[in-house]
C-alpha cells in the first residue's frame, strides 16, 4: 500500500474512517506515518482550519500546515492553479536557454527540444 485518500462528506464519518484505517494498519502489522500524510478540511467551499484529524495518536498536519507534492503538482493553502503557468514558463524558459547554451548543431538543438516538450506538458496532461 502506497497511497490512500479517504474523501468524506461529513466530519465524523472522516474520524471513523480513519479509526477503521489505523485498526487495519495495525492488524496488517504496518505503521501509519502521520507525519507524511496532510489533511484538507473544506467548509462551504473554503479551508477550515479548526478541524484536527488525528490517526496513530496523532495529528495529521493540515495542507495549510505543511504543503505537499503528488503527481508532480503541489498542493497549499491557496487552492489556486494560477502558478501553474507561471511555473510552466519558468521551466520553459530555462529548458530554452539551456539548449541554446550547449555546443549542439541544430539537427541536435531540434532533439533536445523534442525531450522538453513532455516535460512541460505533463502537468497539463495529469491535471487537466
Given at each position: 500500500?502506497d497511497?490512500?485518500?479517504i474523501?468524506?462528506?461529513?466530519e465524523?464519518e472522516t474520524?471513523?474512517m480513519?479509526?477503521?484505517?489505523d485498526v487495519l494498519?495495525a ?16 467548509r462551504?467551499g473554503?479551508?477550515d482550519?479548526?478541524?484536527?484529524f488525528t490517526v ?5 498536519p493540515?495542507v ?5 507534492k ?15 503557468g507561471l511555473?510552466?514558463?519558468e521551466?520553459a524558459?530555462e529548458?530554452?536557454?539551456a539548449i541554446?547554451?550547449c555546443?549542439?548543431?541544430?539537427k541536435l538543438k531540434?532533439w ?5 516538450i ?9 491535471h487537466?
Amino acid at each position: 500500500m502506497d497511497d490512500t485518500t479517504i474523501i468524506c462528506s461529513k466530519e465524523d464519518e472522516t474520524r471513523r474512517m480513519l479509526e477503521r484505517f489505523d485498526v487495519l494498519m495495525a492488524w496488517c502489522m504496518m505503521k501509519f506515518k502521520p507525519k507524511k500524510s496532510r489533511s484538507l478540511s473544506l467548509r462551504k467551499g473554503k479551508i477550515d482550519a479548526t478541524r484536527i484529524f488525528t490517526v496513530a495518536n496523532q495529528q495529521l498536519p493540515t495542507v495549510s500546515q505543511e504543503p505537499v507534492k503528488s503527481l508532480g503538482r503541489w498542493y497549499d493553502s491557496s487552492m489556486k492553479d494560477t502558478k501553474r503557468g507561471l511555473e510552466t514558463v519558468e521551466r520553459a524558459t530555462e529548458g530554452l536557454l539551456a539548449i541554446n547554451r550547449c555546443g549542439l548543431q541544430g539537427k541536435l538543438k531540434v532533439w533536445c527540444l523534442l525531450m522538453l516538450i513532455p516535460k512541460l506538458l505533463w502537468p497539463f496532461c495529469n491535471h487537466s
